[in-house]
């Protein structure tokens, strides 16, 4: 067995560029399984969104009693 990379033979890379391949195909497919299906498409989402109130921001206030400067 090749403990090194660099003295690897051709059969050994062609084993890790594989073992890489399955790997990513099924954290690929763990993702695609695992995504939210609820929504039919986007055109539903929109329609869902007009549903929601709209919150809008009041008037600013301050909170505190201390005159400190506020580095933004």
């Given at each position: ?29 763990v ?42």
């Amino acid at each position: 067995m090749n403990h090194s990379i660099y003295g690897a033979d051709r059969l050994t890379h062609l084993k890790i560029v594989v073992v890489a391949l399955i790997g990513a195909t099924l954290v690929a497919g763990v993702g695609i399984a695992a995504r939210d299906t609820a929504t039919m498409s986007g055109v539903a989402t929109a329609r869902h969104q007009e549903l929601v109130p709209v919150i809008r921001a009041g008037q600013p206030m301050v909170v505190g009693d201390r005159d400190i400067s506020t580095i933004r």
